[in-house]
């Protein structure tokens, strides 16, 4: 069974940038296609973005789209989410997904293993 951590997040001002790191071990992460997903104190769990086993396909939703970048390298078992001209709403604690499946999906229950999540926090 695939075991993933994240890291990279921490404070950062309005406008600024983050990169957040999904590491896999136990399997390699060429066997599944990832998921990026959110969750503010108060809110149900977001989908931020998600990419295919093989790279090749990505999506986000509007809230995050032409901001953030999701991107993969299989070579060293890591999944990242790059975050520009981050604001405020933007706060929550990241969590990254893996199901074994060529195709990501932009539904939690779609994802059988998780992170443990990373705190963002973006100050006005």
């Known amino acids: 069974q695939v075991q993933l951590v994240e890291s990279g997040g921490g404070l950062v001002q309005a406008g600024g940038s983050l990169r957040l790191s999904c590491a896999a071990s136990g399997r390699p992460f060429s066997s599944y296609a990832v998921g990026w997903f959110r969750q503010a104190p108060g809110k149900a769990r977001e989908f931020v973005a998600t990419i295919s086993r093989s790279g090749g396909n990505t999506y986000y939703p509007d809230s995050v789209k032409g901001r953030f970048t999701i991107s993969r390298d299989n070579a060293k078992n890591a999944v990242y989410l790059q975050m520009n001209s981050l604001k405020p709403e933007d706060t929550a604690v990241y969590y990254c997904?893996?199901?074994?499946?060529?195709?990501?999906?932009?539904?939690?229950?779609?994802?059988?293993?998780w992170g443990q999540g990373t705190q963002v926090t973006v100050s006005s």
């Open positions: 997904a893996a199901r074994s499946s060529p195709s990501g999906s932009a539904y939690y229950t779609d994802y059988g293993y």
